[in-house]
């Protein structure tokens, strides 16, 4: 079965600062991998999703996630965070069977300071 | 594209009884899953629907939560009797089949005191 660990449970950065979440997934193949976010009171949101092809995975709102099937890792990425970008992220591995359930981390709370 | 559109948004029950949560996925999607979110964590999937048959049930607490998607269109998530660990948001999801597109309705956000 597959899992997902988010090792960070709350981050806070600086405005304009650089931004890393960290993901950590095990599944017995390649996975499906998706990062979504979520802003109190709201559903989930998909930022990006990596099923195959290039490593590196250009999304919405600036973010970015590069597989690195070595480390089982697809952490989130944005050069210079906004103050709207403060939210609960969560990473998720979509299994490549009949099901395609998701599975999803414990979450990142990000913090942006002023 | 219309969402996933789920209601209630919010739900104040009382521990022992029931309430019952519901879905209408995206038109034309096939899968829907229900999903449990206990403040603090990712969602946990409960229950997963291919037209209108489970694929996927073995997270549901069957004793008290029961689910149904009758005519493979919307659906309808149960619990009876609720209780105190129950409170939580309920996320529905759809996806196309043909691709790997899921969507997530806004959630129902139930309190059991």
């Known amino acids: 079965a597959q899992s997902v660990t988010q090792p960070d449970i709350h981050i806070t950065v600086s405005e304009g600062a650089s931004l890393e979440l960290r993901c950590n997934y095990s599944y017995g193949a390649t996975p499906y991998l998706f990062w979504y976010v979520q802003s109190p009171g709201q559903g989930l949101q998909l930022l990006l999703k990596?099923?195959?092809?290039?490593?590196l995975v250009q999304g919405i709102k600036g973010f970015e996630a590069e597989f690195k099937r070595s480390q089982s890792s697809f952490n989130l990425r944005k050069p210079s965070v906004h103050w709207s970008d403060a939210a609960e992220y969560f990473c998720a591995v979509g299994a490549r069977n009949a099901g395609n359930m998701l599975t999803f981390g414990g979450g990142t709370r990000l913090m942006v300071k002023p | 594209e219309a969402g996933v559109a789920q209601s209630p948004r919010y739900k104040i029950i009382e521990k022992r009884q029931s309430v019952a949560f519901w879905c209408n996925p995206i038109s034309g999607h096939a899968t829907l899953y229900w999903y449990q979110q206990i403040l603090g964590q990712g969602p946990k999937l409960l229950i997963q629907?291919?037209?209108?048959?489970?694929?996927?049930d073995s997270q549901l607490p069957k004793d008290r939560f029961s689910a149904e998607r009758l005519k493979g269109v919307d659906s309808t998530l149960k619990i009876q009797p609720a209780k105190l660990e129950d409170s939580a948001v309920y996320l529905c999801a759809s996806r196309n089949t043909d691709t790997y597109g899921y969507t997530f309705g806004s959630g129902t956000r139930l309190t059991v005191v």
């Open positions: 629907f291919q037209n209108n048959g489970v694929v996927d």
């Open positions: 990596y099923f195959s092809g290039d490593t």
